[in-house]
């Protein structure tokens, strides 16, 4: 479940510890300085917003939807991780570390960067999620990339990785064969406009493909690794149906997904729905079978 980081604390901490109570099993916040048509409406940061949750939960996962290279650098997003990992209960290994490309817009222009080309923000994206990898495994790190530098970059306490997962998101061939040399995928699924529905669940089969395909070439079991879509963006999805939500996340586990991902309905607006959806998908969904 996605909870958008556009409320106090006080209320969050009452939003993320009802997810926990109605037996979900992550809560997800974006990773954005603004975004999109919210962008003059309240917006935290992601971080704080992630130490909120971890205060007020114990079992639920944690994790970002999803942090990118725009506005962030491997260094302090390590630190604010390992941070995030301790406040969260340690050796519980409830964070996930969701990281993507980057697109255009808001992000990518804030801090005066020049605008990336798609095959550039994938190289780019290589060198964060490998920066960021050893960051969390070892206490000190020097690193010279073509976009990233670290000298003498200090982890202490090291070693958070083992409890972080680190699932890498896209939605491109490159970025999704990138995802299967890490813990897991998350996609929003096919980019393309004006799919009809059956367009993009076939879509979405070939992406599944190509990732089973690169986990296979290095060595990997395709099986064992987190995926995760997020069925919001698909077509015909609904904020009222929790039958159209339980036939997509049926075609999302036969498609070999773990988990999908929804967002907290909102009063209106983008994901406008009713919030009582949301103890009917907890009523409703067959424990074990896919996890929300």
Known sequence: MIILPQFTAAVLALRWRSLEDR????????????????AEQPWYSTMSTLTVAAAATTTLRLGTWVSSPNFRHPVPYAKDLMSLDDVAGGDRGRLIAAIGAGGLGWDAAVL???????????????????????????????????????????????????????????????????????????TTGPTTPDLSAEQWWTGLGEQVRTFEQAAADLGRDPAAAERYLSIDLAPGSSFADVDVFLRAAARARDLGFTDVVVHWPRAEGIYAGDEALLDRIADRLEHGQLRL
């Not at 999620?129 to 202490?156: H, I, K, P, S």
């Open 23 to 38: 037996g979900f099993a992550h809560g997800w916040t974006y990773d954005h300085l603004a975004w999109r048509e919210l």
């Open 112 to 186: 005066g960067r020049p605008e990336l080309s798609p095959r550039h923000r994938v190289d780019r994206l290589t060198e964060f999620a490998e920066l960021t990898d050893l960051l969390l495994r070892q206490g000190e790190t020097t690193w010279r990339g073509q976009y990233f530098v670290a000298e003498r970059a200090r982890m202490y306490p090291a070693g958070s990785r083992s409890r972080i997962a680190m699932v890498l998101a896209g939605s491109g061939a490159r970025s999704i064969r990138l995802a299967a040399a890490y813990d897991g995928w998350a």
